[in-house]
């Protein structure tokens, strides 16, 4: 009986997890400003969404990678350093 009762807590948990994971799996909502998508200037976990083997936000494993992209106000990437409007 304990067996059961462990399987179904697990499984339940899981289930739990899984909803998160999916909620969260999201590309960023676009801005309600002028905005412009800024390649590699992200920090680590950071990127609004990209590549890489993933498609969504908070996922980059590194910062400044050339293909992930933050949302920056219109006009401000060509500032930045690193930061470019078309991924590399």
Not at 5 to 10: P, V
Request: with cysteine.
């Amino acid at each position: 009986m304990q067996t059961k009762k462990a399987l179904l807590t697990t499984a339940v948990g899981s289930l739990v997890a899984l909803a998160q994971i999916a909620i969260h799996a999201q590309p960023a909502p676009t801005p309600n400003f002028p905005a412009e998508k800024c390649y590699g200037i992200a920090k680590a976990g950071k990127n609004d969404c990209a590549a890489n083997g993933h498609a969504c936000q908070g996922q980059s494993k590194a910062e400044g990678n050339a293909k992930e992209w933050i949302y920056v106000p219109a006009g401000t990437c060509a500032r930045i350093v690193g930061g470019t409007v078309a991924a590399k």
